[in-house]
């Protein structure tokens, strides 16, 4: 399943690349099994999302929660807490 | 209703002067103005950098400006923020809300900065003179925001 | 911190663009802005006019002001409010204020606008297509008033 | 005792008068006694003061209850409830 994969702020660091895009293997269907194959490309990725609740990710620019299935073509963007305004 | 994200400094004064303008049935206007500090946790900021997520960023905005006129009668809205790098004394954000009554103007106006805080995909990374280093989200953001939860 | 009581009209967008400059360690500016509304009870407002009692009104808002940086962590507030005759789309009464806390900035500037509703001595008169009358205070601006009681 | 009083808004249009100067008898000490004193020069103004709580007082541009006490020179002023901002 294709879909596109956003870094933000320090997690963009910690994996050295801003967006990739992929080729989800089929028995990935959510965003909590997405964040664990991810973490398996990048180990500093898998150290952040490990420590808890600093990991934020939105679906096609929507909040969104690990339970969320993917489909193909979606956007899916992962981030820190954000410090804006 | 506007929301713009830009990377261009803006005047508040003009902003406001324009926000401001034909309000013959307005009875009151509130505004917040953020701005780059000089200072943050003991040490001295130099610049901050705002990065965004393009396109949820607006997405997100527009979506809390709609929150707050569906909880008060607001006649019209601005929201404004930058992005990019900025020094001390330079505005980040505002925050513009008019209404035939002062009370819905104040706090919509609350609402629309609280919400944005911890809403709106924005992260700030500080230059200081220790080196650079991002932001932390401050729990006391979240409990502003939900303080409006209902 | 300053106080004017004024009959020329102001541009509050030159108000907010002064009270912002030279701000290196201000995180916040909250103001608000009071508009002659075309329109009241049903009736259409040909214009306002603002009586006050000379000396009084300036000691009652230095005495709101001083109230408000005894609460506040603020850096600077700003209280300008018009007497005299004016039409609507005019503003009537700006408020801002600075501190290095957006929630200072905010609170302290809703406190100001409320208290001053209820406690500086001035007094609406409104021309109307029916003819002129006094405008009755409400129970609404005394209520927001109290909520500021500690 | 000499005293300045003024009327503001709507109780100066029930007086005619934007700012008397009195010489109070020495019987009347404060405000309340000062009411009911002015009632009897302005009719009007005392019945505004009888349709309660619409009279507010101040001593010198400070408020006051009925029971301050009056002391010679105050300036002491009679209004309806204020309604800028």
């Known amino acids: 399943m294709p879909l596109q994969i956003r870094y933000f702020a320090w997690l963009k660091q910690r994996t050295g690349v801003a967006a990739e895009e992929i080729d989800l293997p089929a028995e990935i269907k959510d965003v909590a099994a997405l964040k664990a194959w991810l973490g398996r490309r990048h180990p500093r990725f898998a150290e952040a999302c490990a420590a808890g609740g600093i990991v934020r990710c939105a679906v096609n620019h929507d909040y969104v929660e690990d339970d969320r299935t993917l489909l193909p073509g979606d956007e899916v963007a992962f981030f820190p807490p954000v410090t804006g305004g | ?150």
Chains 1, 4 share one sequence.
């Not at chain 2, 990065?51 to 019209?76: C, N, S, V």
């Open chain 2, 1 to 150: 209703m506007a929301v713009r994200v830009q990377e261009a400094i803006f005047d508040p004064g003009r902003l406001l002067a324009d926000f401001t303008k034909a309000r013959q049935s307005t009875g009151g206007i509130a505004s917040f103005l953020g701005l780059v500090r000089d200072a943050h946790g003991g040490r001295t900021v130099q610049a901050l950098t705002l990065e965004h997520y393009p396109g949820m960023t607006e997405k997100q905005l527009h979506a809390i400006e709609a929150e707050a006129h569906r909880r008060w009668p607001l006649l019209d809205s601005l929201i404004v923020h930058r992005v990019g790098r900025m020094l001390p004394g330079e505005p980040i954000v505002f925050v513009a809300t008019a209404s035939t009554h002062r009370q819905a103007a104040l706090d919509a106006c609350a609402f629309l900065i609280d919400w944005l805080k911890t809403d709106a995909p924005f992260w700030k990374y500080e230059e200081t003179g220790e080196g650079g280093h991002w932001v932390e989200a401050r729990a006391s953001d979240k409990m502003a925001r939900d303080r409006w939860q209902s």
